[in-house]
């Protein structure tokens, strides 16, 4: 890659969260010790870093793994090879962050890198080389930074697929409520004439509200369960008209109270009180994964 400085393999290299101590194999994430690299996956990944922003070919590594004359698989050997790395860095073939799968040529490293000098400090200033391949991804808007809530960086991670998972199933409860409480709609008018002063009111609100939410929750849904990569940044967007439509439907399980008892319809009341602001945490970790560089 033109323009790119050699590294040595014993340096210190940063990308993402993660700091690689490239003599020992000793891999750290936010400074928490993670299981060590070693190996072929740890040959490969030294490699990758020493190349970083161009396509290195699966015969080159070959070639570096294997002596001329020995007899192995290749393929199915890197293969394993480059799957335990993304085990190793939490990457995955399918929406890479740090090696990504050029088909029928080989692998790049596609992230910014970090590099301090062999011997140096951790917390040495590094050089910092950016690979002009990695497109940035979109920055979670700042506004969601508050000392109340949740913060990126606080947050664990976990596989996408679960994250998805959890997502859609608020979403599809949410669905459920709105159109269970339309469809119920001859029999929420009499309880919020006995339970409220203004019910016309609050009768008006509650299908307004569900009209305004049964669209939104179908674009959650299906962002979701498609994938789509901007959806952290969406719902961010989304997040002031979301809170205040999931608060007032906080209040739904009073309409079920003659059949469920006002202490469950107020324990179910303070569950969905909370529900906002996990249905965002969950975002956050989501955007976190997807990028790694936290570009908050």
Not at 235 to 251: H, N, Q, T, Y
């Amino acid at each position: 890659m033109p323009g790119l400085e050699p590294t040595n393999p014993k340096s210190i290299f940063r990308f993402g969260l993660y700091e690689l101590d490239g003599g020992t194999g000793e891999l750290r994430k936010e400074g928490k010790l993670r299981p060590r690299v070693q190996g072929q996956p740890l040959d490969v990944l030294l490699h990758l870093l020493a190349h970083r922003g161009d396509v290195v070919s699966r015969d080159e590594l070959r070639v570096l793994l294997w002596p001329k004359d020995t007899y192995v698989d290749y393929d199915h050997s890197l293969n394993t090879a480059v799957n335990k790395l993304r085990e190793a860095l939490n990457d995955s073939a399918d929406n890479p962050r740090f090696i990504q799968t050029i088909p029928r040529r080989g692998y790049r490293f596609i992230a910014s890198v970090e590099v301090a000098a062999d011997g140096a400090s951790p917390s040495a200033e590094p050089k910092q080389v950016n690979s002009p391949v990695a497109e940035p991804s979109p920055a979670i808007p700042r506004e969601s930074r508050n000392f109340a809530l949740s913060d990126p960086h606080d947050l664990p991670d976990a596989p996408r697929g679960v994250i998805q998972f959890l997502f859609s199933l608020i979403q599809v409860m949410y669905l459920f409520f709105y159109v269970i409480s339309l469809a119920r709609l001859r029999w929420v008018e009499p309880v919020l004439s006995q339970t409220v002063q203004h019910p016309k009111w609050i009768f008006t609100l509650l299908i307004v509200t569900a009209l305004i939410g049964i669209p939104i929750r179908l674009y959650l849904l299906s962002a979701a369960f498609f994938g789509y990569r901007r959806l952290p940044v969406k719902f961010l967007r989304l997040f002031p008209i979301v809170i205040v439509l999931d608060e007032l439907w906080a209040l739904g399980p009073f309409l079920l109270v003659d059949e469920i008892g006002v202490g469950l319809a107020l324990a179910a009341t303070a569950a969905l009180l909370y529900l906002p602001f996990s249905q965002r945490s969950l975002m956050l970790m989501g955007e976190i994964n997807r990028n790694p560089a936290g570009n908050i």
